[in-house]
């Protein structure tokens, strides 16, 4: 067997394994629980186990692995290793991840944001491929970010770069979770879209939401208020294009500060497809300098769900490279 590089994506639900060939064929995939309540211990035995049964089923030696990337949630140091303490693993205070897998596995590891690592994975084997700068924006809860720039992560000093999310698009805006007001994920997430949907009905707008919610306000989703615009409501359509106006007008100010030559929008949302993508690409120009703006293309994800696990690999081997 020639040797191949692992992708772990460590999440606080699931942990998503994936085997790469050096020339970029993903031979193998694996998805299991993370079972994060039992904290580090019992999720570190669970990706060990999750490797190691991935690599015997395809009669890989780990001997052959040249190295093994993680991706995991911030805050995190990506050269020593070191996950401090993500809200979603409960119990992990400063552990020290890339050097225990190492010990575990016996091969070189190394750890990175698991959002750079969707990034590159767009990059690396996904819509990116081909382009020398581009941007990622991951649409779900928040709004995550990461930026290659000449075929490399920008991590900046700290490693805190790329955190796009975090833009600031309103002064004096809506509280984000990170606290501060007004950044482009207190708009342009699904919890950003909820909010601007209740935001409307505390003004006293009229929509077919209020059924799908059994009158709960509380219970809205992205989800709903997807369908109920599908279907023509007028207040959810115009939820919707808000939200991706907000999403335009971030993206604007990354394509000017960046000149990308492409945007690549990841998650759920971008099933909404050209409801989505119309609006975001006709604020991205009307914000853009002409040159910059006609140039970068804003386009879904071309990995799905999987740019994460398969930019973990990507990640590993340029650094295993580099090294």
Not at 62 to 77: C, E, Q, R, W
Not at 212 to 221: A, E, F, P, R, V
Request: charged share 20%.
């Amino acid at each position: 067997m020639s040797e191949v590089i692992i992708g772990v994506d460590l999440g606080g639900t699931n942990v998503k394994t994936a085997i790469v060939s050096r020339d970029k064929k993903v031979l193998a995939k694996d998805s299991r629980p993370t079972n994060a309540e039992g904290g580090p211990e019992a999720v570190m035995n669970v990706m060990e186990q999750s490797v190691r049964e991935l690599t015997a089923s395809q009669g890989i030696n780990l001997k052959d692995v040249l190295a093994v990337g993680f991706g995991a949630p911030g805050p995190m140091n990506w050269q020593t290793g070191i996950v401090y303490s993500p809200p979603n693993l409960p119990g992990w205070t400063n552990v020290p991840l890339a050097k225990l897998m190492k010990k575990r596995l016996g091969v070189r590891c190394f750890v990175d944001n698991d959002a750079n690592v969707a990034c590159y994975g767009e990059y690396w084997l996904g819509a990116g491929q081909g382009t020398e700068n581009m941007a990622v924006l991951t649409l779900g809860t928040g709004v995550g970010g990461g930026v290659v720039v000449f075929g490399k992560l920008l991590r900046g000093i700290d490693g805190t770069a790329a955190e796009l999310g975090h833009l600031k698009v309103q002064r004096d805006g809506r509280m984000c979770g990170c606290g501060s007001r007004g950044c482009l994920e207190a708009y342009a997430s699904v919890t950003g879209m909820v909010r601007t949907a209740k935001e409307g009905f505390e003004q006293g707008k009229e929509s077919s939401l209020k059924t799908l919610c059994g009158g709960n306000l509380d219970k809205i989703t992205g989800r709903m208020i997807y369908e109920a615009a599908k279907e023509g409501d007028a207040f959810a359509q115009w939820v919707f294009n808000e939200t991706a106006t907000w999403l335009g007008l971030g993206i604007a100010s990354i394509v000017n500060f960046l000149n990308p030559e492409k945007v690549v929008l990841c998650g759920g949302m971008i099933a909404a497809g050209d409801m989505l993508f119309n609006p975001v690409r006709e604020t991205m120009l009307a914000n853009t300098f002409e040159v910059p703006g006609k140039r970068c293309q804003i386009v879904p994800a071309g990995l799905g769900e999987d740019s994460g696990v398969i930019g973990c690999a990507g990640c590993a081997l340029a650094r295993y490279q580099a090294e």
